[in-house]
T-cell receptor, first 111, second 116 residues
Framework: GIQVEQSPPDLILQEGANSTLRCNFS?????LQWFHQNPWGQLINLFY???GTKQNGRLSATTVATERYSLLYISSSQTTDSGVYFC?????????????FGKGTLLTVNP | GAVVSQHPSRVICKSGTSVKIECRSL??????MFWYRQFPKQSLMLMAT?????????EQGVEKDKFLINHASLTLSTLTVTSAHPEDSSFYIC????????????FGDGTRLSIL
């Protein structure tokens, strides 16, 4: 199956700083999502982005499908951005809608 | 839109008990739902794919007799953990895929299962 590699595994920022999270895939994907998991375990869908660039407020994401990677940008970070960020991909080969998750990036934003 | 409701949010029960978790798509039809398991400080691991009206497809290493999945309608899938033991304690989360092509999965809020 597809392998998903996320980096960095941990990231500590001061409030107001910018950051970039990366996700590499071992194979091409037709589905790609970025999530933020809050301390209560809720998985918040940030972006559905199998290709191209999207922006939502202070967050934006870019996927370069031909090179099998995606980036999540967080600008002007806030303490509420803390938590685990996951990327997940799938859909290569037929009508397979399964998602494989990366191991996540644990983001800590300090005041 | 695209809301997935998962119940219960937390369960604490004795070893040997069977526990049922429900996953409902509230405002869309989902021919396919997915069940994931997450251990503390780890990622989500897919357990099984639930297809409406047919048997679930389990990932390698997941015991189908331990984790019974039923997808009786286009809006409801259930996961039953049979004869649960402490090692089954985990965070279980479901997702639903809107019918028709490649689209995002929508996730429930998860169920924290603790077996004493």
């Amino acid at each position: 199956g597809i392998q998903v590699e996320q980096s960095p595994p941990d990231l500590i920022l001061q409030e107001g700083a910018n950051s970039t999270l990366r996700c590499n895939f071992s194979d091409s994907v037709n589905n790609l999502q970025w999530f933020h998991q809050n301390p209560w375990g809720q998985l918040i869908n940030l972006f559905y982005i199998p290709s191209g660039t999207k922006q939502n407020g202070r967050l934006s994401a870019t996927t370069v499908a031909t090179e099998r990677y995606s980036l999540l940008y967080i600008s002007s970070s806030q303490t509420t951005d803390s938590g685990v960020y996951f990327c997940a991909g799938g859909g290569s080969g037929g009508s397979n809608y399964k998602l494989t998750f990366g191991k996540g990036t644990l983001l800590t934003v300090n005041p | 839109g695209a809301v997935v409701s998962q119940h219960p949010s937390r369960v604490i029960c004795k070893s040997g008990t069977s526990v049922k978790i429900e996953c409902r798509s509230l405002d869309f039809q989902a021919t396919t739902m997915f069940w994931y398991r997450q251990f503390p400080k780890q990622s989500l691991m897919l357990m099984a794919t639930s297809n409406e009206g047919s048997k679930a497809t389990y990932e390698q290493g997941v015991e189908k007799d331990k984790f019974l999945i039923n997808h009786a309608s286009l809006t409801l899938s259930t996961l039953t953990v049979t004869s649960a033991h402490p090692e089954d304690s985990s965070f279980y989360i479901c997702s639903a895929h809107i019918s028709g092509g490649y689209q995002p999965q929508h996730f429930g809020d998860g169920t924290r299962l603790s077996i004493l």
